[in-house]
């Protein structure tokens, strides 16, 4: 329930930054292997590991937007320095700190994405890693969040499902005009 509840919090942040607005369809349902999915209410996707391809306790999920607008990777940055703030005034004293330990953009083939990679820790000892991205081929437009244990497991749960995410929208979605 807690993970629920913090990962909902995060998806909340999230929805507040600037340039993202909620898609209204969804496209095709992805299935991978080792991993339970569920939709919320939002239209949010939620995959939870729950076998040995992925690290215990991790969770991704994706939303389509209506638009992605980039901003330049410093202001991505301080965005994500408000979300963090956000995250820790929501979470009514479950989050003890957020730090943004990376942020990184990626142009290839023709899609474009900026990640940020955040320390996060719970008043209770624990620690988890969230690595959030946004993505666009210039039709199709995605959040996606990914958390897991560490750093090496976040970001290898966004290089499994960015390609998926982005082929869903392709298949579910209007196909890309060039």
Sequence with gaps: MRRRMFVLVAIAALAALPGLAPARAQGVAIEVSGWERSTAATGTIYYRCGGAT???GSTVSYRPQERVQFASL???RAQHEL???RMIAASQGRIARVETVDASENDTAGQ???TVVK???FAD???????????????RHFSIVSTAPDHAAARANLQTFLPMVMLSGHIGGK???Q
Aim: glycine share 6%; aromatic share 4%; with cysteine.
């Design 54 to 56: 992925c690290a215990p």
């Design 74 to 76: 410093a202001a991505f």
């Design 83 to 85: 979300v963090n703030q």
């Design 112 to 114: 474009r994405s900026q």
């Design 119 to 121: 320390a996060i820790a």
């Design 125 to 139: 000892g624990r620690r988890e890693v969230m690595a959030t991205s946004i993505v666009s081929d210039g039709t």
């Design 175 to 177: 196909p890309p005009t």
